[in-house]
């Protein structure tokens, strides 16, 4: 091809003389692109024998009737050659389609490559779930505890669980209490207090407390085990879609192959030459080849979800791309979604004493509790550097909260039942304030000193600043919009009422997840599920469209088709404008290189041949060929035009949210023989002994961020952690 771009070729294939040479070196170049790519040829030829062709059948009956006829024009470059006709050598030479069978089987592979590479893996979704599963339990059996695989655990034996560890199966709590985790299996974004008679799911952890279980359930009799026969199930039945570019090519390929056969028999019965009524033929299988109509879906698609990844919207397999722009009901689950996913401070209200006096109280007593709800506390307290007080006498009341005296002061911080267990009687005024902060799906926490209520704290899992915001684009869309969620029937509707949502489903377990998207599917809706946690997986397999939060489980994404890697709610509005932007894309780009082909077939038959003496040079068919896959591709790329939907500016008060602590980081202290949450509370503790120190601790990563106007030099920090217990391996 060089020729047609003024480039020089070597001299053992220039000239008339060297015509044989070339084209033998052409079809050499390329039967090994025909060898790579026969899976074409096979499928294609498979599926026009069965009278159902498709885009293979396309690219087969294109690259092949290219190959056949170049391979006959080289052979009558060698009898003409052979005879001394120069004329007819140079006329062949013209005829050679080699290029044009590398050219289709080449762009056309490539297309698909960038298509294949997004694939999801399903097994990663179940192999991530398995991993939940804890490996051994301890057991009591003959009064002794002794550690056994989880698979030797059976209906009816005592379990004991301590804090930090995970619920090895299902079951029933026969003596002591504990705070669980269990955000991964209901969706519930506050640990749930556990006494004797309740029930326990297996995977769920222990923040806090010690239990021995009776086991209920176990093996595949599991919760998780259920999860993970839905995950299976549902991702099975997902059907394959059907692409646009087949259903064109069902009709395309017979009515192109029946065009070349009558014109073949036309110029044969007007009494042309068989060379001449075979070459527009060949011309017309030539120039209706794939090219841009194979092109038209994957270079869409490959540009569509490059900017999604550039817009923070990750599409993990090209049927998700396409399968968005169906959809017309979205379900949201709450925890981690819709909401930040951990609990956060947002209403103060001081009675009698000073706020900065009430705040240092907080900070003061609560530093000393591994509660959960203390946390969100603690953080908010330091956010407004409050002076930390002297604490002694500390102790937690179970079910209740802590008491401790401050300054000489008996103070106490816990729920109503801690006042009342002391003494203590709200007056109406702060009763009221707390029923209504409980009906808005907020923990009401109060706090005490010298036996006189000081203050409310209110701690809810609050609405992320994009989400109303999101409900409305979506709604705006024509999208349906349903709220599910694990969490009780007042906080569900509390966060609903906040984001305008009407439709709510809540107390839900994972298998009613699922079950609620299997019934709006059943109503002919396009469903798409928005989740982030383990108890989401099988919903997000079984929907149309599953979207994961980027920050949510690793279960979670892998049971997804779309990831919004920013945790970000306004980027499922965006991945679905963009899916539809794509898909109208992918539509433009199949018109224009049918209408190419409408042009261009008659043309190649020769209907210009007897008025005009008008007919299409090879060289002349491979330029309209390229052109018309430039012309797709061109189209395709203003994809990259595509502009995220402007995120609303958060109005000062309409959120009560903490200052990100990571713009005040100043160490990272990596520490070595932590193995449990209780080691993590131990480590937290020391470091947060010195004033003004708050510190973030990871046992997975088996790191402490330290935070802070005032962090004390290496020595000391090295110091608190190994007389806590632990040893520091390095501080960055």
Known sequence: MGPMFGLPLP????????????????????????????????????????????????????????????????????????????????????????????????????????????????????????????????????????????????????????????????????????????????????????????????????????????????????????????VEEAGASKAPIAKLADKVAGVFVPVVMGIALVTAIVWLVYGETPSFALTRAIAVLVISCPCALGLATPVAIMVGTGVGAKNGVLFQSAEALENLHNVNSVILDKTGTVTEGRPVVTDVKSFGVEPEDLLSLALSIESRSDHPLADAIVRYARSKHVKERTVTDFEMIEGQGVRATIDGVRCMAGNRRMLLANGLALSRSAQQMGEELAAAGKTPLYFAANRQVAGIFAVADVLKPTSRAAVDALQSLGVEVTLLTGDNQATAKSIAAELGIKDVVAEVLPQDKERVVREKQAQGRKVAMVGDGINDAPALARADVGIAIGAGTDVAISSADVVLMKSDLMDAVDAIRLSRQTMRNIRQNLFWAFFYNCIGIPIAAGVLWLPLGLGLSPMIGAAAMSLSSVCVVSNALRLKFFQSTPKPAVKPGEYTVLPKEEAKMAKVVKVEGMMCEHCVAHVKKALEAFPGVTADVDLRSGKATLHGDSIPDDAKLTEAVEQAGYKVVGIE
């Open 11 to 230: 001299g053992f294939v220039s000239g008339t003389e060297h015509a044989f040479a070339l084209a033998l070196v052409q079809l050499l170049l390329t039967l090994p692109i025909c060898i790579v790519n026969r899976k074409y040829y096979i499928n294609g030829f498979k599926t026009l024998f069965h009278l159902a062709p498709t885009m293979d059948a396309l690219i087969a009956v294109g690259s092949g009737a290219a190959m056949v006829y170049g391979i006959y024009a080289l052979f009558q470059i060698g009898y003409a050659g052979a005879a001394g006709n120069a004329e007819l050598v140079h006329s062949f030479v013209h005829d050679l389609y080699f290029e044009s069978a590398g050219m289709i089987l080449t762009l056309v592979t490539l297309g698909k490559y960038f298509e294949a590479r997004a694939k999801r893996k399903t097994g990663e979704a179940i192999a991530a779930l398995m991993d939940l599963r804890p490996q051994t339990a301890n057991v009591l059996r003959g009064g002794q505890e002794v550690s056994v695989p989880i698979e030797d655990v059976h209906v009816g034996d005592l379990v004991v669980v301590r804090g930090g560890q995970s619920v090895p199966v299902d079951g029933e709590i026969a003596e002591g209490n504990a705070f669980l985790d269990e955000s991964a299996i209901t969706g519930e974004s506050m640990p749930v207090e556990k006494h004797v008679g309740d029930t326990v799911i297996g995977a769920t952890v222990s923040k806090s407390g010690f239990f021995v279980m009776k086991a209920a359930r176990v093996g595949d009799d599991t919760t998780l085990s259920q999860i993970i026969r839905l």
